[in-house]
């Protein structure tokens, strides 16, 4: 069973940045595709970016194009996401989630880490 650990989150001006880092737990993890979802306060949880399991394959939310970028290491079991200029509206919980290549749900989740932006 594949572990997410988010971290990276806190609190930042609008205009600045930040990266995200999804470790996982075991090595078998850059077979996994993954993803980053972010619920806002009052709001249901939102799809943010994901990466196929080798790099290839990338999408992001219309939201954050051109401001976010997905990567990965898969030496390091590691997903990154940063974040530059930041606004307000990018505030809330950042999860990451990891699904089996050629599945539709997203499997494993972490616990997610705060991202907080100030006017």
């Known amino acids: 069973q594949v572990q997410l650990v988010e971290s990276g989150g806190g609190l930042v001006q609008a205009g600045g940045s930040l990266r995200l880092s999804c470790a996982a737990s075991?090595?078998?993890?850059?077979?996994?595709?993954v993803a980053w979802f972010r619920r806002a306060p009052g709001k249901e949880r939102e799809f943010v970016s994901t990466?196929?399991?080798?790099?290839?394959?990338?999408d992001y939310a219309s939201s954050v194009k051109g401001r976010f970028t997905i990567s990965r290491d898969n030496a390091k079991n590691t997903v990154y996401l940063q974040m530059n200029s930041l606004k307000p509206e990018d505030t809330g919980v950042y999860y990451c989630?990891?699904?089996?290549?050629?599945?539709?749900?997203?499997?494993?989740w972490g616990q997610g880490t705060q991202v907080t932006v100030s006017s």
């Open positions: 075991e090595r078998t993890f850059s077979r996994y595709n």
């Open positions: 989630a990891a699904r089996g290549t050629g599945t539709q749900n997203y499997t494993y």
């Open positions: 990466i196929s399991w080798s790099g290839g394959n990338i």
